[in-house]
């Protein structure tokens, strides 16, 4: 059997979902579908039939997926969760990406691991940008919040830029707080004088 | 000595209500147990969690142990089932048109009267029912096949039983993807409340007393850890004791209506906890006797009989040896360990681990550890007695 696997990526996010496809693409020849919908999830799948499933353990809709893996009737082809005893590390691996995959059963194990460490890789890209775009955001919600609490000295103190950030920073470290919170005290205050 | 942790995964149902009240009112804590309660967004990410080894222990639906001991779905992973968490508490909805069209085959039926309301439902029936349920090894799906099949409604012929995450119900059934579902409380109650479905039958109107959830732990762990179960097991009876005080459900459902639990009005989680439904959007309420128990009438025990019932149903669908599969099905439930944990704090103990199931039509006295306890009513709604085969 040479024609491609058939993949299915069960993933409503657009944006993870397309992340997972190109790295499915990148790991080899695959033929892959985004199943964006939960609703007819289970009918998507029995007309797509896939060799492969792809769906975060945390998604609730892979309770749906488990009774499409037991409905092995005459015309179905069984469909088990890929978890390889035998190989423990690599289970260890998918789990803390948070990737599950239902496989046709009897599919060689050769067949399925690109597919598997190219999910498992995507999935830790994902989570890793969303930490970083996370920690973008706060760092600009604190450079905004300083950049008003400077503007604030400045007006009622007649003092230069660089002085008002200095006397902020001498409050921050006499009260042992971050410059952050000092700031935010100072905008909240403002904000109430008003 | 300071606290032992240990990590427990969850639904959100209100049977978890045992671990939920063994965490807030200090069950845990006086026996000296951290106990860590994670929300889990599926019976699939709760069943590896626990195979796995990321958490010790586990909220199940009472036929999952079996399943996994069985190899059924998922990882092959021997899993015990210590206790029983809750009997009944399943309610079986339809779409509201659905409901309509049953009023005008004239048998609206009764509230409680499986036959009549099954009649009624495979009558106003077009083609294929199509029923949601929560898992395929779960006592909704057992109890429907159980009901219509009973009633000459047969998978996968005339009955399509499909998996619907809980939340989702509500959802699919106004989406038209299913005709009715049998799901557990808040869930059938936000299909009510959201006006896309009407309650036909509580599950109790099936089998009077059907195990629904359980307490489950990996059979490697619970021998390896002998004490850590005891005090699990300890601090978990004694909360089930706690909410069989009819007194302390107000307590409990503002307990669990918070973010950390089911996150769904205190108000609907208390009036599941009283078996007084809302059964349509009209605000028609009924009152179910026994709808969901914790406690009382030795609803913790957890009796082999059971556990066999669950296994030689599906031994009689898929084909399976009966006698077999009884026997996988016991093993898991530990009435041993139940015995071990229990007996010494005051629990009452039945003399037997297995019974007659389905025998019993009003409150019976039975032989037990301090002279004798009641157990019953227990009927399945045909009357049939389940007799677990031979060991």
């Given amino acids: ?194 | 000595m300071s606290a032992r942790g240990l990590d427990c995964a969850f639904i959100p149902l209100i049977d978890c209500a045992p671990l939920a009240v063994a965490r807030e009112m200090g069950f845990a804590e006086e026996e000296l147990i951290d106990l860590r309660l994670h929300r889990q967004p599926s019976w699939s990410a709760v069943r590896d969690r626990l195979a796995f080894g990321e958490v010790a222990a586990a909220h199940m639906l009472a036929p999952m142990p079996v399943a996994m001991s069985m190899g059924l779905g998922g990882v092959p992973t021997r899993i015990d089932a210590l206790s029983i968490l809750s009997v009944n508490g399943d309610v079986i909805g339809v779409s509201r048109a659905l409901a309509a069209k049953m009023r005008s085959v004239g048998g609206e039926g009764d509230f409680l009267s499986a036959v009549a309301v099954g009649r009624s439902l495979i009558t106003a029936a077009e083609g294929k029912l199509r029923v949601g349920v929560p898992f395929p090894f779960s006592m909704h799906a057992e109890l429907l096949y159980y009901w219509l099949g009973a009633l000459g409604l047969q998978a996968p012929n005339d009955l399509d039983v499909r998996t619907v995450p809980p939340p989702h119900m509500a959802q699919a059934i106004s989406a038209g993807e299913i005709d009715a579902f049998c799901v557990g409380e808040p869930w059938g109650s936000m299909a009510v409340e959201a006006g896309v479905a009407d309650l036909i039958l509580p599950g109790s109107a099936i089998w009077q007393f059907a195990p629904e959830k359980v307490l489950a732990v990996r059979h490697d762990w619970a021998e390896e850890n002998p004490d850590l179960v005891t005090s699990l097991m300890r601090a978990v009876w004694r909360a089930a004791r706690w909410l069989g005080d009819p007194e302390n459900r107000m307590t409990a459902s503002e307990m669990l209506a918070g973010p950390a639990y089911v996150d769904v009005s205190a108000e609907i989680i208390e009036r599941a906890l009283h078996g007084r439904l809302k059964i349509s959007a009209q605000g028609t309420e009924r009152q179910v006797p026994g709808f969901v128990e914790f406690y009382a009438k030795a609803a913790t025990f957890p009796w082999r009989s059971q556990a066999a019932w669950i296994a030689t149903r599906w031994a009689a669908r898929t084909g399976i040896d009966r006698a077999e599969a009884a026997a996988q099905g016991r093993a898991c439930y530990r009435t041993d360990l139940y015995r071990q944990a229990l007996g010494p704090i005051g629990a009452d103990l039945p003399n037997a681990s297995e019974k007659l199931e389905g025998a019993l039509d009003q409150p019976t006295a039975v032989a037990s550890s301090r002279g004798e306890m009641f157990l019953g009513p227990d009927r399945f709604f045909d009357r049939l007695i389940f007799e677990p085969p031979a060991e």
Avoid: C
Avoid at chain 1, 33 to 48: I, K, M, Q, W
Avoid at chain 1, 82 to 92: C, G, L, N
Avoid at chain 1, 112 to 119: H, L, N, R, T, W
């Fill in chain 1, 1 to 194: 059997m040479s024609s491609a696997l058939r993949i299915a990526v069960v993933e409503e996010d657009r944006e993870r979902a397309l992340l997972i496809v190109d790295g499915l693409k990148d790991a080899g020849d695959y033929d892959i579908t985004v199943v964006g919908d939960a609703a007819g999830l289970a009918r998507r799948l029995s007309d797509l039939k896939p060799d492969v499933v792809l769906i975060d353990v945390a998604d609730p809709n892979r309770d749906v997926l488990e009774a499409f893996a037991l409905a092995s009737g005459p015309l179905d082809r069984p469909v088990a969760m890929f978890v390889d005893r035998s190989d423990d590390q690599a289970t260890k691996a998918a789990i803390e990406a948070g990737v599950s995959a239902y496989v046709v059963d009897g599919l060689r194990k050769e067949r399925i691991k690109p597919v598997m460490d190219a999910a498992i890789a995507r999935f830790h890209m994902y989570s890793r940008m969303r930490t970083e775009l996370a920690a973008t955001k706060a760092a600009l919600a604190e450079r905004k919040t300083i950049d008003r609490a400077k503007g604030l000295l400045m007006q009622a103190k007649g003092l230069s830029e660089e002085e008002a950030y200095a006397l902020l920073r001498k409050t921050a470290m006499d009260q042992g707080r971050k410059v952050v919170d000092v700031a935010t005290a100072l905008v909240t205050a403002a904000d109430l004088l008003r």
